[in-house]
Protein backbone atom coordinates (compact mmCIF):
# COMPACT_ATOMS: atom_id res chain seq x y z
CA UNK A 1 0.00 0.00 0.00
CA UNK A 2 1.13 3.23 -0.31
CA UNK A 3 0.19 5.45 2.69
CA UNK A 4 -2.87 8.49 2.38
CA UNK A 5 -2.90 9.70 5.49
CA UNK A 6 -1.40 10.05 9.17
CA UNK A 7 -4.22 7.32 10.47
CA UNK A 8 -2.70 5.20 7.81
CA UNK A 9 0.98 5.25 9.44
CA UNK A 10 -1.07 5.18 13.18
CA UNK A 11 -2.70 1.92 12.42
CA UNK A 12 0.27 0.37 10.75
CA UNK A 13 1.93 1.29 13.50
CA UNK A 14 -0.81 -0.45 16.45
CA UNK A 15 -0.81 -3.77 14.31
CA UNK A 16 3.16 -4.00 13.73
CA UNK A 17 3.58 -3.07 17.26
CA UNK A 18 1.60 -6.31 17.95
CA UNK A 19 3.41 -8.23 15.60
CA UNK A 20 6.38 -7.13 17.39
CA UNK A 21 5.42 -8.07 21.30
CA UNK A 22 3.87 -11.29 19.60
CA UNK A 23 7.25 -12.45 18.70
CA UNK A 24 9.04 -11.36 22.09
CA UNK A 25 6.27 -13.38 23.56
CA UNK A 26 7.01 -16.27 21.95
CA UNK A 27 10.90 -15.88 22.57
CA UNK A 28 10.64 -15.72 25.78
CA UNK A 29 8.64 -18.62 26.23
CA UNK A 30 10.84 -21.00 24.14
CA UNK A 31 12.38 -23.89 26.03
CA UNK A 32 13.76 -27.08 25.55
CA UNK A 33 11.29 -29.65 25.07
CA UNK A 34 8.16 -27.69 24.66
CA UNK A 35 6.48 -28.56 20.90
CA UNK A 36 6.78 -26.10 18.21
CA UNK A 37 2.43 -26.42 18.76
CA UNK A 38 2.98 -25.36 22.14
CA UNK A 39 5.05 -22.52 20.88
CA UNK A 40 2.52 -21.29 18.17
CA UNK A 41 -0.47 -21.52 20.43
CA UNK A 42 1.15 -18.81 22.83
CA UNK A 43 1.60 -16.46 19.95
CA UNK A 44 -2.08 -17.00 19.01
CA UNK A 45 -3.46 -16.41 22.01
CA UNK A 46 -1.44 -13.49 22.35
CA UNK A 47 -2.87 -12.15 18.91
CA UNK A 48 -6.28 -12.69 19.94
CA UNK A 49 -5.97 -10.86 23.43
CA UNK A 50 -4.86 -8.24 21.12
CA UNK A 51 -7.72 -7.82 18.90
CA UNK A 52 -5.48 -9.38 15.73
CA UNK A 53 -6.09 -12.12 13.34
CA UNK A 54 -3.02 -14.38 12.15
CA UNK A 55 -2.70 -13.45 8.63
CA UNK A 56 -1.51 -16.52 6.91
CA UNK A 57 -4.21 -18.18 8.38
CA UNK A 58 -6.81 -15.95 7.33
CA UNK A 59 -4.72 -15.14 3.70
CA UNK A 60 -4.09 -18.33 2.86
CA UNK A 61 -5.52 -21.13 5.40
CA UNK A 62 -2.29 -21.37 6.57
CA UNK A 63 -2.04 -24.92 9.52
CA UNK A 64 -0.46 -22.74 12.58
CA UNK A 65 -1.23 -18.71 14.06
CA UNK A 66 2.55 -18.13 13.17
CA UNK A 67 5.37 -20.02 11.30
CA UNK A 68 8.35 -21.70 13.05
CA UNK A 69 10.85 -23.24 11.22
CA UNK A 70 13.79 -24.99 12.98
CA UNK A 71 17.84 -25.29 11.88
CA UNK A 72 17.59 -26.45 8.36
CA UNK A 73 14.32 -25.74 7.85
CA UNK A 74 14.06 -21.88 6.57
CA UNK A 75 10.62 -20.38 6.32
CA UNK A 76 6.90 -21.45 6.47
CA UNK A 77 7.79 -24.16 9.23
CA UNK A 78 4.48 -25.49 10.42
CA UNK A 79 3.93 -25.70 14.23
CA UNK A 80 3.74 -29.31 15.29
CA UNK A 81 4.85 -31.76 17.88
CA UNK A 82 8.65 -31.09 16.58
CA UNK A 83 10.05 -30.56 20.50
CA UNK A 84 12.70 -27.65 21.01
CA UNK A 85 15.95 -29.21 21.87
CA UNK A 86 19.47 -27.48 22.68
CA UNK A 87 21.18 -25.88 20.45
CA UNK A 88 18.31 -25.38 17.87
CA UNK A 89 18.67 -21.96 15.71
CA UNK A 90 14.93 -20.81 15.96
CA UNK A 91 12.75 -18.93 13.50
CA UNK A 92 9.33 -17.07 14.48
CA UNK A 93 7.44 -15.20 11.33
CA UNK A 94 4.25 -13.60 12.55
CA UNK A 95 2.16 -11.83 10.04
CA UNK A 96 -0.79 -9.85 11.65
CA UNK A 97 -4.09 -7.86 10.59
CA UNK A 98 -5.86 -5.16 12.63
CA UNK A 99 -8.61 -3.18 11.40
CA UNK A 100 -7.61 -3.73 7.61
CA UNK A 101 -4.28 -2.96 8.06
CA UNK A 102 -0.78 -5.60 7.83
CA UNK A 103 2.42 -6.05 9.59
CA UNK A 104 4.54 -8.86 8.91
CA UNK A 105 8.16 -10.02 10.69
CA UNK A 106 10.70 -11.88 11.99
CA UNK A 107 12.96 -13.00 14.27
CA UNK A 108 16.12 -16.25 14.29
CA UNK A 109 17.64 -17.13 17.30
CA UNK A 110 19.48 -19.79 19.25
CA UNK A 111 18.32 -21.85 22.36
CA UNK A 112 20.69 -21.82 24.87
CA UNK A 113 23.67 -23.60 24.68
CA UNK A 114 24.28 -21.36 21.73
CA UNK A 115 26.53 -22.27 18.83
CA UNK A 116 29.01 -19.37 18.58
CA UNK A 117 28.74 -19.69 14.72
CA UNK A 118 24.47 -20.02 14.45
CA UNK A 119 24.65 -16.84 17.25
CA UNK A 120 26.55 -14.89 14.77
CA UNK A 121 24.77 -15.90 12.22
CA UNK A 122 21.49 -14.60 13.75
CA UNK A 123 23.15 -11.40 14.39
CA UNK A 124 24.77 -10.79 11.23
CA UNK A 125 21.16 -11.44 9.53
CA UNK A 126 19.68 -8.93 11.58
CA UNK A 127 22.68 -5.70 11.03
CA UNK A 128 22.39 -6.77 7.40
CA UNK A 129 18.39 -6.15 7.39
CA UNK A 130 19.21 -2.96 9.47
CA UNK A 131 21.81 -1.85 6.82
CA UNK A 132 19.44 -1.93 4.04
CA UNK A 133 16.55 -0.25 6.18
CA UNK A 134 18.81 2.55 7.04
CA UNK A 135 20.04 3.22 3.20
CA UNK A 136 16.31 3.37 1.71
CA UNK A 137 14.17 6.70 0.94
CA UNK A 138 12.11 8.14 -1.71
CA UNK A 139 13.75 7.57 -4.75
CA UNK A 140 16.11 5.07 -4.22
CA UNK A 141 15.90 2.03 -6.81
CA UNK A 142 14.20 -0.78 -5.24
CA UNK A 143 17.65 -2.86 -6.75
CA UNK A 144 19.31 -1.26 -3.90
CA UNK A 145 17.58 -3.48 -1.87
CA UNK A 146 19.09 -6.68 -2.95
CA UNK A 147 22.40 -5.20 -4.13
CA UNK A 148 22.97 -4.26 -0.62
CA UNK A 149 22.00 -7.56 0.75
CA UNK A 150 24.15 -9.39 -1.56
CA UNK A 151 27.10 -7.19 -0.61
CA UNK A 152 27.08 -8.01 3.39
CA UNK A 153 25.91 -11.69 3.02
CA UNK A 154 29.37 -12.18 1.11
CA UNK A 155 31.53 -10.00 3.26
CA UNK A 156 30.22 -12.00 6.38
CA UNK A 157 31.35 -15.31 3.99
CA UNK A 158 27.28 -16.38 3.64
CA UNK A 159 25.43 -16.76 0.71
CA UNK A 160 21.88 -15.47 0.50
CA UNK A 161 18.55 -17.44 -0.23
CA UNK A 162 17.09 -16.40 -3.97
CA UNK A 163 14.13 -17.77 -4.00
CA UNK A 164 12.66 -15.66 -1.02
CA UNK A 165 12.08 -12.21 -1.28
CA UNK A 166 10.95 -8.94 0.60
CA UNK A 167 7.74 -7.42 -0.86
CA UNK A 168 5.12 -4.85 -0.74
CA UNK A 169 2.20 -5.44 2.37
CA UNK A 170 0.15 -3.26 4.43
CA UNK A 171 -3.25 -3.76 3.65
CA UNK A 172 -2.48 -7.22 2.55
CA UNK A 173 -0.26 -9.81 3.52
CA UNK A 174 1.55 -9.53 -0.02
CA UNK A 175 1.13 -6.62 -2.33
CA UNK A 176 2.79 -4.45 -4.83
CA UNK A 177 5.98 -4.20 -5.06
CA UNK A 178 6.35 -7.82 -5.41
CA UNK A 179 9.59 -9.71 -5.82
CA UNK A 180 11.83 -7.78 -4.51
CA UNK A 181 14.84 -9.71 -4.81
CA UNK A 182 17.15 -10.34 -2.22
CA UNK A 183 20.18 -9.95 -5.01
CA UNK A 184 21.07 -7.17 -7.24
CA UNK A 185 18.76 -7.68 -10.88
CA UNK A 186 20.24 -4.46 -12.87
CA UNK A 187 17.29 -5.06 -15.29
CA UNK A 188 14.90 -3.84 -12.41
CA UNK A 189 14.15 0.10 -12.54
CA UNK A 190 11.35 0.30 -10.22
CA UNK A 191 11.87 3.48 -7.77
CA UNK A 192 10.63 3.94 -3.77
CA UNK A 193 8.27 6.13 -3.48
CA UNK A 194 7.57 8.23 -0.66
CA UNK A 195 4.74 6.33 1.81
CA UNK A 196 5.42 2.58 0.38
CA UNK A 197 5.05 0.18 2.89
CA UNK A 198 6.91 -2.69 2.25
CA UNK A 199 9.24 -5.44 4.06
CA UNK A 200 12.82 -5.78 4.32
CA UNK A 201 13.62 -9.94 5.06
CA UNK A 202 17.13 -11.19 4.15
CA UNK A 203 17.71 -14.71 4.57
CA UNK A 204 21.28 -15.75 4.87
CA UNK A 205 22.67 -19.10 5.07
CA UNK A 206 26.06 -20.97 5.92
CA UNK A 207 26.25 -22.31 2.23
CA UNK A 208 22.76 -23.04 0.54
CA UNK A 209 21.53 -20.29 -1.93
CA UNK A 210 17.70 -21.45 -2.48
CA UNK A 211 15.22 -23.72 -0.28
CA UNK A 212 12.91 -26.52 -1.25
CA UNK A 213 9.58 -26.64 -1.17
CA UNK A 214 8.75 -30.09 1.03
CA UNK A 215 5.64 -32.52 0.76
CA UNK A 216 3.44 -30.50 3.28
CA UNK A 217 2.99 -28.04 0.87
CA UNK A 218 4.30 -25.16 3.26
CA UNK A 219 7.61 -25.74 4.54
CA UNK A 220 11.07 -24.65 2.91
CA UNK A 221 14.43 -26.22 3.48
CA UNK A 222 17.50 -25.96 2.11
CA UNK A 223 19.11 -29.02 0.47
CA UNK A 224 22.19 -29.36 2.31
CA UNK A 225 23.34 -29.34 6.46
CA UNK A 226 23.14 -25.22 5.59
CA UNK A 227 21.91 -23.14 8.73
CA UNK A 228 19.73 -20.01 7.43
CA UNK A 229 18.91 -17.11 9.54
CA UNK A 230 16.15 -14.79 8.81
CA UNK A 231 15.11 -10.90 10.28
CA UNK A 232 12.33 -9.13 8.90
CA UNK A 233 10.40 -5.66 9.65
CA UNK A 234 8.29 -3.94 7.61
CA UNK A 235 8.61 -0.10 7.21
CA UNK A 236 7.53 2.67 5.62
CA UNK A 237 9.47 4.73 2.97
CA UNK A 238 9.56 8.39 3.50
CA UNK A 239 11.90 11.26 2.13
CA UNK A 240 14.31 10.22 4.86
CA UNK A 241 14.58 7.52 7.06
CA UNK A 242 12.00 4.35 6.96
CA UNK A 243 9.39 4.66 9.69
CA UNK A 244 9.38 1.25 10.87
CA UNK A 245 6.30 0.24 12.41
CA UNK A 246 6.96 -3.50 13.76
CA UNK A 247 8.78 -2.38 16.79
CA UNK A 248 7.55 -2.55 20.29
Not at 55 to 60: F, I, L, Q, V
Not at 63 to 79: D, L, Y
Request: glycine share 8%; net charge neutral; hydrophobic share 35%.
Amino acid sequence: MTIGSQNDIDRLKEVGKIVALTIAEMKRHAHIGMTTKELDDIGGQFLKRHGAVSAPKSTYNFPGNTCISVNREVAHGIPGSRKIRPGDLINIDVSAELGGYYADAGHSFTIAPSVPSLTRLCQYTHDTMMKVISSLSHGVRLNEIGRIIEIEAAKGGYKMIKNLCSHGVGKSLHEAPTEILPYYNKHDKRLLREGMVITIEPFLSTRADYAIEQSDGWTLCVPDNSYVAQHEHTIIITKNQPIIVTVA
